[in-house]
């Protein structure tokens, strides 16, 4: 059984920055590509980053730039390191991962983490 544990989030003000942790267990994590999404109040979830095996990344232009993902196969554990944070980042992110593919295609992740909030004010 996989089981993807996040980092807790938390509270920045605009401009700042916060890295989030997504480790998977129960499974080879190298086996995985892995995916961060966000979901704000009445809002759908939505795509910010995929890394696949070999490491190559995808970013949707909302966030290119300023969030980079990461994976460190030895500790089973992907990173997403958001910078210039901006009010409309706040949202409760989630890990996943896909044996399958990356990208921004939610149902081509099997597992997902339980979501962490980040808030960041103006």
């Known amino acids: 059984q996989v089981t993807l544990v996040e980092s807790k989030g938390g509270w920045v003000q605009a401009g700042g920055s916060l890295t989030l942790s997504c480790t998977l267990s129960g499974r080879t994590f190298s086996s995985y590509a892995m995916g961060w999404f966000r979901q704000a109040p009445g809002k759908e979830r939505e795509y910010v980053a995929g890394?696949?095996?070999?490491?190559?990344?995808d970013y949707p232009e909302s966030v290119k730039g300023r969030f980079t993902i990461v994976r460190d196969n030895a500790k089973s554990t992907a990173h997403l390191h958001m910078n210039s944070l901006k009010p409309e980042d706040t949202a409760v992110y989630y890990c996943?991962?896909?044996?399958?593919?990356?990208?921004?295609?939610?149902?081509?992740?099997?597992?997902w983490g339980q979501g962490t909030q980040v808030t960041v004010s103006s």
């Open positions: 996943a991962a896909s044996l399958d593919s990356s990208g921004s295609y939610l149902g081509g992740y099997q597992h």
């Open positions: 890394i696949n095996w070999s490491g190559s990344t």
